[in-house]
């Protein structure tokens, strides 16, 4: 076929232009005739770019970490680890300590872990033993007659506020970059006592999502379910489980329901459990052995979650496994037994939580088990949504002045340029939408530096362009012949867009391997830009080029 | 054919000591400027840094008819708070949440470490002078009232704020940072396609802009915020590009015209590629002055921050880059700056030159 090249190189352009125009203008749903109007393009097109807060505005939550609570938790463990100690030591002739029992205050900024002995003589070996195995450097120990008592003084309980404000910080911010939202806002608001943090998130769809994954706090467990509870035949209610155990619950033992359905999902009717199984504790392992939890399907509807465990509970797990062969085990998620699965050989260090999730509670289930929980409640002090940082207004004229820049250098290169120009100014249109198509491929979030980028890429286009046509008309002008003159402008040129772009390239990938946020976000759209650049200037406009020298091979005046 | 700027002539390079004596001049200024701003106990600091660099607090308003952003703005423009952010509330139409810069004179604490707690009384002053400004609305439904049941009330400041730094001194840093070793990635590149003397160049006339530009910031006390970043990179961006447009010529004409001074090249790869210089920055410049015009208001640091950089971007590839390139080249005897050579010379210059700039062939 004659021009067989020019086909190829044609068909290239053609399809890249058609998957670039779908990514931007398309419908992401099966389309319809809507979206072939005006305003439905418009629709797809908002909704395939994701703005960031500056340009769009998004959700603005302020949220309070409940430090009284974490301080309370944390005074009721180390009691309960304090006890433990003190009555597991012994005393020189190896009997046991005179330790009564043990109760705590946690009110009003008041902290205290009271121990109760039944002879103080014994107190000094007592709080040697407590403090070897719990660790009570924040506390000031005081004893009097039957008590000994650990308090948290104010500036240690101000010390450990602040570190769980910080440490919520860390695990907001983990959640919210792995659940995808680009270039959120978190920082802290308002004095330090207060311990609020300010999330400002970019037009997210839904911020009950987001807030429901910020807050909520999934525990993961592996239990054993007790010889005495068959999961082919569980009880029906509570009670009868608890009747079986004689009436009362012991302290190694846990009643808790076996759901199948999946409770994240706000449609179900809320409808009491009628399975009930009874459980060993300890647990084998919990939710901090895990090492990764990730969604899978195998029908593409019901979600399960596929875990691993750490070395130290995978050794653990699988010595229990390992002698517990045809007995039950307890997949516990959340206080309610997602499945109990008969043990049919040794398992180390992957499981499965079975569930009917959907994909979406999956997803947020096996983030929350991944990120680690957070040190203490969260409450919402204020929720709302807001217009963009830069101001609606603002955002207006931007566009509009932007727009008129643009138009201003279309109409000039068709001006000057003539034919050419239109080679130029196709090029740069195809320049825009691919790169502004590259931008939602990776799910990338345009914010203000984004623009910047692509103003500077735009501009090195445009230049581009320049280059080759100025090229184009010195070699003219020397009198060579348009074909000729078209071969060696490009190819001259094309030795300084190189140069340029990579350059501009290299610094690029310097700013966003060491920087973040807004100047990843500049660096990303430039590097697209100019990548896609040297297809639109250089392959694009040399196509176009060649089709009119392949109608016309000699051409003695070319509109330059 | 329509055609610009042939056959030029200008002899740039003789002109360098004027340029680099401007260009010092005004680094000068805003030397003087940031410095003497800094040091004047009780004056502005050296540089007018926005919501995003210092903190603030945000003051949470509720109107019973809320005015347009610009008339907002207006209002506080008038009590002297020129760089509010003003984010209205789209679940709540009537309410507007404005943040507003630390105010001046609040003891030294607070400058130096932004995300320091922010005193009451620093809230209590952006209370109280964001309500100076919507005075001018009508009254505020003060103490217990609301808005309904003070009738005259046109707004309630429902709340106060105060808040850290978004771009702390961490991602300021981390900005220069990442600038500084992206400058060294563009030196090592050039160096490696041309030459040592040549990526020196390029990379001082990026250093010039970004001064300049500081400079300018300085001087005219223009608000520095997070959008100014932005710009500056792309300033950086510019600027090399300009650079090597014109340092490739160089290369190009050093191949072909080997009896020539690289003077004289030089000079000859400006004016050849003047067309193209003029006519790129020329729309590149045109636009961004577009956006200085109609722009807006907030988005202003960052326009004129891109007007004056990429102005400069391309004043420094031609007073800057290419004088400091053969002045090195000069200084390694590899070239002579001189107008008049000696014939004998000449030719044992422009193989030294050669050696230099053009060791590597022009790849076609």
Partial sequence: MKNRGLWIRTAIIVVILLGGIYLVFGPRHTPTGADFTWQGIKNNLAENVHLGLDLKGGSHLVMRVQVEKYLKTLTENDREAALNAAKEAKDADGNPLPVVDASSVAENGNYQINLNVSDPSHNQEITDAVTKRVDLRDWNQSASGNTISWSLSSQAQVRLGESAVDQALKIIEGRINKFGVTEPTLQRQGASNLHQILLQMPGVEDPERVKTLIGSESHLYLMKVADNSDPGRPFPTKEAAIQ??????????????LTERDTNKQTQPNQAPDKWLILETPAIVDGSELRDASPSSRTGSDYNIDFHLKPAGAQAFGEWTGKSVGKYLAVVLNDEVKSAPVIKGQIFDQGQIEGKFTKESADDLALTLKSGALPAPIEYTEERTVGPSLGADSIRSGVSASLGGLALVIVFMLFYYRGAGINAVLALILNMILTIAALIMIGSTLTLPGIAGLILGIGMAVDSNVLIFERIREEIRLGIGIAESIKLGFERAFVTIIDTHVTTIISSLILYVTGSGPIRGFAVTLILGLLINLFTAVFVSRTIFNWELARNPDMQRLSI | MFNLFQNIHIDWLGKRRLFIGISILIMLAGLISAVGRQLTPGGTDAFNLGVDFKGGSVVTVKFRNKPAD????????????????????????????????????????????????????QVEKGRSTVKRALDTFGPEAEGEATLDTAPNAAYKIIGTDSVGAIAGSQLRNQAVTATLLGCIGILLFIAFRYDWTYAAGAVIAVFHDVLMVLAFFSIFQWEVNLTVIAAILTIVGFSVNDSIVIFDRIRENLAAHRHDSLFKITNDSINQTLSRTVITAGLVILSVLSLVLFGGEVLRSFSLALLVGLTLGCYSTIAIASPIAIWWQDKLGAADVKETLAPQRKEKMASASRRSVARRPVTR
């Fill in chain 1, 244 to 257: 079986a155990l004689g009436g009362t619950i012991p302290p190694n033992r846990v009643v808790l329901p």
């Fill in chain 2, 70 to 121: 610009a008339e907002i703005r207006a209002a506080l423009d008038n009590v002297g708070i020129n760089e509010a952010i003003l984010q209205s509330s789209t679940s709540r139409p009537d309410e507007m949440l404005i943040r507003i810069p630390l105010l001046e004179n609040t003891g030294e604490g607070d400058a130096a470490n932004p995300n320091a707690d922010i005193s009451k009384a």
